[in-house]
């Protein structure tokens, strides 16, 4: 697959600025639909994560957004901090490299 | 022969992003094509274009006007479109004397199917804490200067409840199909930062 698709956009802005972005709100998306959480509870977290950091640090509205979808699996055991810390440094370190979403 | 890549290093948040979605795959929560799915819905399908098409029926049918205005979620969902989040819908109508103008000051409530994902300056610091104390001078950083006779009112969404605008139909355009009207019906007019565009100003 060819690496320098343009990325679609709307109004002539881009929709998501790097494929990942849409990765995150696409997953946040879908587990709501299938009941895994309402709503409500994953914009919590981002307002919360927002407020945070919104006057420390320069984290992207997307970054804001990891985070807060990360917290919430793990609060809801959907994952567990071991298993994604090391399927992190499997792909960090190049050793898994399955990116056919890229 | 795995590990040797002479490419760039991602950024974190790519790899993160990656290792989360693999682990949920292989739990049976999602498949990877739904993803793909959700990704594609809000790149290609879902975006103003639909509010537009909401707008100028409204204009056109004034008791679909009605119904909208009364409830927002189950009139768009006459047209085919719906959230998924569960939140109610309302939209307000903009008048002569009254110019409503929404925001989401905490993160970026926005009523998706209607418009598609936030622009950038709508999920701004800047938009989100100015428009609140000083819409006016927001208003007319984005080219809208309002007379002081007009109200206006600035809506705080939140993720029980989403807003979009009905803005004012155009002078002389008492002769326009609802097709043609869509086109008058720009994403900043249904946020309320804009009116919706004079027929001259469309080509």
């Not at chain 1, 927002?50 to 055991?77: F, P, Q």
């Not at chain 2, 926005?110 to 938009?127: I, N, Q």
């Not at chain 2, 009207?181 to 720009?186: P, R």
Request: aromatic share 8%; hydrophobic share 40%.
């Amino acid at each position: 697959m060819e690496d320098r698709i343009a990325l679609p956009r709307k109004n002539g802005e881009l929709v998501f600025d790097a494929p990942w972005e849409g990765r995150a709100f696409g997953m946040a998306v879908a587990l709501n639909e299938i009941g895994e959480y309402e709503w409500s509870e994953f914009q919590s977290l981002l307002a919360a994560e927002i407020a945070n950091t919104e006057s420390s640090d320069s984290s992207t509205y997307y970054e804001r957004w990891l985070v807060s979808l990360e917290k919430l699996l793990l609060d809801k055991g959907m994952l567990e901090a071991k298993e994604l810390e090391a399927r992190t440094t499997e792909y960090a370190s190049g050793e898994r490299d399955d990116d056919w979403h890229d | 022969m795995s590990g040797q890549h002479h490419r760039e290093t991602e950024p974190y948040a790519a790899i993160r992003t990656k290792a989360i979605e693999s682990l949920l795959i292989e739990k049976g929560l999602f498949t990877g094509d739904a993803i793909d799915a959700q990704i594609q819905a809000y790149e290609k399908d879902i975006g103003p274009m639909n509010g537009a098409k909401v707008v100028a029926r409204a204009w056109v049918d004034s008791g679909y006007r009605e119904r909208l205005l009364v409830n927002g979620r189950e009139a768009i969902s006459e047209m085919g479109f719906a959230d998924t989040q569960g939140a109610e819908l309302v939209v307000l109508e903009n008048t002569p004397a009254v110019q409503n103008v929404v925001v989401c000051t905490l993160c970026s409530c926005y009523p998706w199917s209607v418009l598609g994902l936030p622009p950038t300056w709508y999920k701004s610091f800047a938009y989100r804490s100015r428009v609140v104390i000083e819409p006016r001078k927001v208003l007319k950083e984005f080219g809208l200067e309002l007379d002081d006779s007009v109200e206006v009112r600035v809506w705080d969404s939140n993720s029980d409840v989403r807003y979009m605008i009905l803005p004012k139909r155009p002078d002389g355009t008492e002769n326009m199909s609802e097709d043609e009207l869509v086109e008058l019906v720009s994403r900043d007019s249904m946020v309320g930062v804009a009116q919706a565009k004079s027929p001259a100003q469309v080509s």
